[in-house]
């Protein structure tokens, strides 16, 4: 169904290092220090997300890549060739090699659906023929068919950016760029998307980096994240680490946004709980990663049988690496048997919080 071309396996290529990058930009106002002292090292085949807020340096970040702006001091390298070092024919066969998606599409709003796939190709000097069996594919693969002839403008948000992801992948990329790819599409829509581009990364097996200020974007594609604040990096990892234990503040914030939407909620249950069920004690239980499939609840009121338990809240989320989930219980009950239960819990090596006594 698809060309050999498109599927050919990326493996071992792809590697992006950043090492001890700065960008200044000298503006009337002074000197803007967009990028400070970064050091990353993105491995192929991986998607890797890039968080922060607007003015971070994320932009610039990632025009890095393919040369639209070069380190002041430092090097971006490509499967270890220095990006600013390219000569400008090197440069525009290194760009080939790199697709690039954005937050309002790009698209040429005169050409059709499959012209605006073809494009690319036709600047690269494909005859027209391999252009439209590419762009089939492309099609294809995007799950497009039947909207070849269609105008963007007719289309939702989400088949634009199925176009643009299309048109991205035209030159057999290793690297897919993507700055704020789903900023302008709502949450459903969102998710399609990247979906859409977790099924490419597995087929194609190429290296994905994306700049976002969602975590939601991380949480549910990315392998690793990188927390970019002021032009820093200032927390970097495996997405479920950085999920389980963040450690500075505005990544903390970025994860309690996204990780629990219903503490409030949660937190109101609590207080009537509180307020209501003056007895024994309230619980709140981390799991991740495998630990959330385990009969952890059912275990302890086997071990434990004069206990009551009363399940208040739970969310369940899933990552790229497993899931996070959070369950609030009560517990009643003879004091021993409550020691014994929150001790068993913590045995499981579940993380086990009281976050209310007995009174
Ligand atoms: N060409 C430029 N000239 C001067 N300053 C610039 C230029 N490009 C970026 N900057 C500055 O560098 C800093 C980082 O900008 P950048 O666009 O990379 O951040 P960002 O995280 O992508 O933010 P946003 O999401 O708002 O685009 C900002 O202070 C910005 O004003």
Redesign the pocket.
């Known amino acids: 169904m698809f060309g050999r071309k498109l599927f050919v396996c990326k493996g071992g290529l792809g590697l992006i290092e950043f090492k001890d990058v700065s960008k200044t ?1 000298e ?1 009337k106002e002074g000197t ?1 220090h ?1 990028i400070k002292d970064v050091n990353l090292k993105i491995e192929n085949g991986k998607i890797y997300g890039i968080i ?10 990632i025009r890095m890549l393919n040369g639209l702006e070069k380190p002041t001091t430092g090097s971006v390298d490509i499967n270890g060739v220095e990006i600013n070092r390219l000569d400008a024919k090197n440069l525009r066969v290194q760009r080939h090699k790199i697709g690039m998606i954005f937050q309002h599409f790009n698209l040429l709003w005169s050409r059709t659906v499959i012209e605006n796939i073809m494009f690319p190709l036709e600047i690269a000097g494909v005859d027209r023929t391999q252009r439209q069996k590419k762009a089939q594919e492309l099609i294809e693969l995007v799950g497009l068919s039947g909207k070849e002839d269609m105008y963007p403008a007719s289309l939702s948000g989400g088949q634009k950016q199925r176009v643009g992801v299309a048109r991205a992948l035209a030159n057999d990329p290793e690297i897919l760029l993507s700055d ?1 790819a789903t900023s302008a599409l709502d949450p459903e829509t969102t998710d399609e998307v990247l979906d859409l581009l977790l099924d490419i990364k597995k087929r194609l097996n190429i290296t994905i980096v994306l ?1 976002t ?1 969602e975590m939601h974007v991380i949480r549910k594609i990315c392998d690793n994240v990188a927390v ?1 604040d002021g ?1 820093k990096i200032i927390e970097e990892g495996e997405v479920l680490n950085v999920f389980k234990n963040p450690q500075q503040p505005l990544t903390k914030r970025f994860v309690s946004a996204e990780a629990d939407p219903s503490r409030q909620e949660t937190e109101v249950v609590l207080d009537e709980l509180v307020t209501k069920y003056p007895d024994g004690r309230i619980i709140r239980l981390t799991f991740h990663g495998d630990q959330a499939k385990l009969p952890i609840v059912s275990e302890m009121v086997h071990e434990f049988p004069e206990v009551s338990l009363n399940i208040i809240a739970g969310n369940i989320k899933q990552t790229r690496e497993g899931s996070i989930g959070t369950l609030y219980l009560q517990i009643t009950g003879p004091t021993e048997q409550l020691d014994g239960s929150v001790e068993f819990l913590k045995n499981l090596r579940v993380e086990t919080e009281v976050i209310k006594d007995e009174q």
């Open positions: 930009f503006t803007v967009a922060g807020y607007s003015g971070a340096g994320k932009t610039t970040l704020e700049i200020h970019l032009g």
